[in-house]
């Protein structure tokens, strides 16, 4: 049962055990999934998804296996330089941002980018707190923690959205955790 765990929840946030890389993709193919389930109110109000981690904690491993689940088999670059990268699936529209190099206020509002969020889009933003937007609309919050010589993922769900989203995903997680023991 190597990678597995089970996750630890309170009333605020659920904390995932991720041992190696493999429970990343693994996690990141669950909310993939959870995000597949729930298309139908992404199409009408959107989801957007806060990633927060130091450099290196596995952000972008993640939303890369979100999109694997989701149909993408193409290359998934990693943002950081172009700031954002788009993906057709489907019905919806993923915008994966990473805001690192965001160093002033008032750079996210000029960079137009908001008008991206709302009906059909999905938004998974790196390093959100670097938009300095107080109002940055975020349903769910995840934050990855390097616990050598693994990873943690805390999801925190601010929204009722992002309180089915994390449900999905913890279903997800465990499911797939009985198919690999
Ligand atoms: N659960 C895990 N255990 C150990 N290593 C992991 C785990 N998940 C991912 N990794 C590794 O950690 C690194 C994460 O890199 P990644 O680019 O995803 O980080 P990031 O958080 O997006 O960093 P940045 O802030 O620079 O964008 C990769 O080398 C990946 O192989
Ligand atoms: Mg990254």
């Known amino acids: 049962m190597a990678g597995a765990s089970v996750p630890f929840s309170s009333e605020h946030f659920t904390q995932f055990s991720l041992a190696n890389e493999a429970a990343t993709a693994r996690l990141g193919a669950a909310l993939g999934r959870a995000i597949g389930t729930l298309s139908e109110p992404i199409s009408s ?3 957007v998804i806060g990633l927060s981690g130091e450099l290196g904690a596995g952000k972008t491993a993640l939303v890369r296996a979100v999109l694997r689940r989701l149909g993408v088999s193409g290359p998934v670059k990693s943002p950081t330089f172009s700031l954002l990268e788009l993906y ?12 690192y190099r965001f160093s002033e206020p008032g750079e996210f509002a000029a960079s137009g980018f908001r008008d991206f969020f709302g009906p059909g ?7 959100p707190e670097r938009a300095q937007a107080p109002g940055l609309p975020i349903d769910l919050r995840i934050e990855l923690q390097i616990n050598e010589p693994g990873r943690n993922a805390i999801f925190d769900a601010l929204t ?5 989203c994390l449900q999905e995903t913890d279903r997800a997680w465990r499911t797939s955790q009985d198919e690999t023991c």
């Open 45 to 47: 109000v959107g989801l």
């Open 88 to 99: 057709s699936i489907s019905r919806l529209n993923f915008y994966h941002f990473d805001f």
């Open 121 to 127: 889009a999905v938004c998974a933003i790196e390093w």
């Open 160 to 164: 009722q959205l992002g309180q089915e």
